[in-house]
């Protein structure tokens, strides 16, 4: 059974940072593309950043230059450091998985950024 737990969301101040992690099981984590996308308020879930199994890396050009994804295959983890945040970042973050036949979705950690 697939399960994407993410974690790391909260309130900041435009201009702090964040750090969000994804927690997967019942997939080999290692040969999966992962990626982050996010839902604001009465808006369509949309990218913002992708790893794939080589650790190639895909950004929405929104947060390129203030987002960083990465992995961690040993803990089956994939992470979002977000940094220089600006309210429109606000979101609910979700975790993805994707390739071979499979693409699931975790439940989300809302991320609100104030101005």
């Known amino acids: 059974q697939v399960q994407l737990v993410e974690s790391g969301g909260g309130l900041v101040q435009a201009g702090g940072s964040l750090r969000l992690s994804c927690a997967a099981s019942?997939?080999?984590?290692?040969?999966?593309?992962m990626g982050w996308y996010r839902q604001a308020p009465g808006k369509q879930r949309e990218l913002v950043a992708t790893?794939?199994?080589?650790?190639?890396?895909n950004y929405a050009d929104s947060v390129k230059g203030r987002f960083t994804i990465s992995r961690d295959n040993a803990k089956n983890t994939v992470s979002l450091q977000m940094i220089s945040l600006k309210p429109e970042d606000t979101a609910v973050y979700y975790c993805?998985?994707?390739?071979?036949?499979?693409?699931?979705w975790g439940k989300g950690t809302l991320v609100t950024v104030s101005s």
């Open positions: 019942g997939i080999i984590f290692r040969i999966y593309t």
């Open positions: 790893i794939t199994s080589g650790f190639t890396t």
């Open positions: 993805n998985v994707f390739g071979l036949g499979l693409n699931y």
